[in-house]
């Protein structure tokens, strides 16, 4: 079983261990010492899931582009609801 460290202990820092985000936030994980992944997965008007994706070359970059991502496909989901609702 690998060594796991837990938040607030020496050593753990956004690198070594990750901390929890609120639901909602998506997630942003380092893909390779250039890349960074920040990733979505919202619930669909028909119940299913889809994941989108944004790259960066920092996580504060990633951060950033996340958050524009999930503002832009929240509103594109509300219209899909409202739209399923009239029709």
Same mark, same amino acid.
């Given at each position: 079983? +690998?060594f /796991? !460290? !837990?938040? #607030?202990e020496? $050593?753990c $820092?956004? %690198?070594?261990? +990750?901390? /929890? !985000?609120k639901? #909602?936030?998506g997630? /942003? *994980? %380092?893909?390779?010492?250039?890349l960074?992944e #920040?990733?979505y997965?919202?619930?669909? +008007?028909? $119940?299913? !899931?889809? @994941?989108f994706? /944004? *790259?960066?070359?920092?996580r504060e970059?990633?951060?950033?582009e996340?958050?524009?991502?999930?503002? %832009?496909? @929240? @509103?594109?989901?509300? @219209?899909l609801?409202?739209?399923?609702?009239?029709?």
């Open positions: 079983m +690998p /796991v !460290r !837990r938040l #607030g020496e $050593g $820092g956004s %690198q070594t261990c +990750p901390s /929890v !985000r639901s #909602g936030t997630c /942003v *994980y %380092q893909i390779n010492d250039h960074w #920040g990733s997965f919202p619930r669909l +008007p028909d $119940g299913s !899931r889809k @994941k994706n /944004v *790259y960066a070359k920092t970059e990633c951060e950033a996340l958050a524009k991502m999930i503002e %832009q496909k @929240k @509103k594109e989901i509300a @219209k609801k409202k739209k399923a609702k009239t029709a």
